[in-house]
Nanobody, 114 residues
Framework: QVQLVESGGGLVQTGGSLRLSCVAS????????VAWHRQAPGKERELVAN???????NYRDSVRGRFTISRDNAKKTVYLQMNSLTPDDTGVYYCALTWNRTYWGQGTQVTVSS
């Protein structure tokens, strides 16, 4: 049973920063694609960033240059450093791990006040 546990969400003012973490309970972590998605109220879930292997990173246009995805394979942890946050970044952030199928975390709330 694969479990993903996110942490690090919270309330922050516009321009602030947060760092999300996601710990995986899976031995194949270093081989898996990891990603962060988010879902704002009334909107569909969207991909924020993913990391394929240990170097290939992709970001949605609205977060490129502000967010950084990274991973620590020894700790089986994926991070999302979020800087210069705006109210448009508000939502529930989900960690995802893909290896044969996609596994999801329970989500962590990020709220950016104006």
């Amino acid at each position: 049973q694969v479990q993903l546990v996110e942490s690090g969400g919270g309330l922050v003012q516009t321009g602030g920063s947060l760092r999300l973490s996601c710990v995986a309970s899976v031995n194949i972590f270093s081989h898996a694609t990891v990603a962060w998605h988010r879902q704002a109220p009334g909107k569909e879930r969207e991909l924020v960033a993913n990391m394929i292997g240990n170097s290939r990173k992709n970001y949605r246009d609205s977060v490129r240059g502000r967010f950084t995805i990274s991973r620590d394979n020894a700790k089986k942890t994926v991070y999302l450093q979020m800087n210069s946050l705006t109210p448009d970044d508000t939502g529930v952030y989900y960690c995802a791990l893909t290896w044969n199928r996609t596994y999801w975390g329970q989500g962590t709330q990020v709220t950016v006040s104006s």
